[in-house]
């Protein structure tokens, strides 16, 4: 069963017009204040990073958020709290690097390395939200911009002297979590839950100007000006670099910027993207794969990033199957792939800075849990997607007029070349699949008059689930998407 460790988040306190005393136990500076001083001590061995990091997460997830009282705290001490976590989100990456490289196996730490990373970032998330919404506050996400602003919302690691995304290099990584549904379905495929579904290569030229080299479902791979990026206004997004020399970094960006342009260009198309996710052949391109790719060539074949890849859990393969991995049940136990969020814990990059937009963390945190209990639905109640006919017929429909050069401009930014129907169906009913569970969440926390933790959007969801079986048996057409996605006959 894929683990559903994720922090039952904040309730946004201004929202509980009673609550309990605060006690010792939920005092959630203290809390995080231990937390950062024990992560300032060595962890030598992974026997202690298992005993350390569980210990740490349990005393998070054990916190009674009705007596945390958000609107007791002090706006420096809830900075403060945000600054915090991430100091030891920094230090648990350096723990985990080096008991890598002491014991030449850290995946059982890296993996529970992830689930407190997660649920650190879910409850800065919590409380950047409340404190750019105090007072009232509407959260417009037009107000942020990608890689600019303040802390707590625009995090830097003091090793860096970043001020905003002017300050990037060639070579530099940016990992980032998109708006849509799909996004959220890729930041969960692995057998370790992530919040990033993206990853960017950026490329600075001669004369200063910057670009991002990057793969994308719909279109394929392509090298743009870096406003696109900016443009593009990611939920969140973490600036990694190399730590190895500058000219290679740069070497790998501009290998990689010329070969997605000059394909672009001379062939008039965009190198398809790769559905297989077979890092290692380079035909096509998924979007790990421009910076597997850019590193690889310039350090001649010595780089291998990252150090620990993806795997897929065994009951998924139906569904990866249908969305394009090549994985069968002879390879799934040996299948590796390298997923937008196994970057973040390389020991090639450093953590340059995080950003996120607080008007977007309410709707990246739904669509993550919508897809969390969708990814569990499928593992654990052997539920399987079945489009409709009349998605059969748009998808052959679509496939064949992308194919007639006069008809497809319209068809172009959504259906790529060599996405056959099958994915084509498969996105099309995810899509509609997520969003029906998504607006159930909506309805939910409109009812409710403030946000849910992730522990009651997944009782929500579930009970939805249940409510929507039974009237699929009953009346077929009544149920909202059992006749898109249910159990396997």
Not at 2 to 8: A, E, N, Q, S, V
Request: with cysteine; glycine share 4%; aromatic share 10%.
């Amino acid at each position: 069963m894929k683990k559903l460790i994720i922090l039952p988040l904040i309730f946004l306190v201004s929202c509980q017009p009673v609550r309990k005393p605060a006690s010792q136990g939920n005092d959630l500076k203290k809390i995080v204040e231990q937390f950062h001083e024990r992560v300032q001590e060595p962890i030598n061995s992974m026997q202690e990073c298992l005993e350390v990091l569980p210990y740490h997460y349990q005393k998070l997830f054990a916190l009674d958020w009705d007596e945390v009282g958000l609107l007791d705290y002090h706006e420096r001490d809830l900075e403060r709290i945000v600054g915090l976590s991430f100091e030891i989100r920094l230090k648990m990456k350096e723990q985990v690097t080096r008991i890598g490289v002491a014991s030449g196996d850290s995946y059982d730490c890296l993996k529970e390395s992830r689930n407190v990373f997660r649920s650190l970032r879910y409850l800065e998330d919590y409380v950047i939200e409340h404190l750019e919404s105090r007072g009232d506050k509407v959260l417009d996400e037009s107000k942020y911009t990608t890689l600019e602003g303040r802390a707590p919302y625009f995090l830097v690691n003091p090793k860096f002297n970043f001020k905003d995304w002017r300050d990037l290099r060639s070579g530099d990584v940016i990992i980032s979590r998109g708006n849509a549904y799909t996004s959220a379905a890729i930041a969960r495929i692995g057998d370790m839950d992530a919040q990033f579904s993206h990853l960017t290569m950026v490329y600075k030229d001669e004369n200063g100007a910057l670009h991002t080299s990057e793969a994308h479902i719909e279109i394929g791979s392509v090298s743009k000006p870096f406003q696109v990026h900016l443009d593009q206004r990611n939920a969140r997004s973490v600036v990694l670099r190399f730590k190895g020399s500058k000219d290679l970094a740069h070497k790998a960006a501009k290998h990689v910027y010329d070969r997605v342009k000059n394909h672009s260009t001379n062939k008039r198309k965009n190198i398809s993207y790769d559905f297989g996710m077979n890092y290692k052949n380079h035909d096509d391109l998924f979007c790990s794969e421009v910076v597997y790719e850019g590193y690889e060539i310039a350090s001649n074949g010595e780089l291998d990033i990252p150090q620990n890849k993806t795997k897929f859990n065994p009951k998924l393969i139906r569904f990866l199957k249908q969305i394009g991995v090549e994985v069968t049940e002879e390879n799934i136990e040996t299948f590796l792939t390298f997923s937008p969020g196994d970057t973040e814990f390389d020991p090639h990059f450093d953590v340059v800075a995080e950003w996120r937009n607080p008007a977007r963390m309410r709707d990246s945190r739904q669509k993550d849990a919508v897809l969390t209990k969708m990814m569990d639905w499928m593992e654990n109640e052997s539920y399987y997607f079945r489009p409709k006919f009349m998605m059969n017929a748009q998808a052959y429909m679509g496939f064949a007029l992308r194919r007639v050069p006069i008809l497809n401009n319209g068809l172009r930014e959504k259906i790529p070349l060599n996405m056959k129907p099958k994915q084509i169906k498969l996105f099309v009913a995810l899509e509609e699949v997520a969003e029906t569970l998504h607006q159930e969440l909506i309805d939910q926390e409109l009812s409710l008059g403030r946000p849910m933790t992730f522990k009651e959007m997944f009782e929500t969801l579930e009970h939805f689930r249940k409510v929507d079986e039974q009237a699929y048996e009953i009346k077929k057409k009544d149920a909202k998407f059992h006749r898109l996605f249910r159990r396997v006959d």
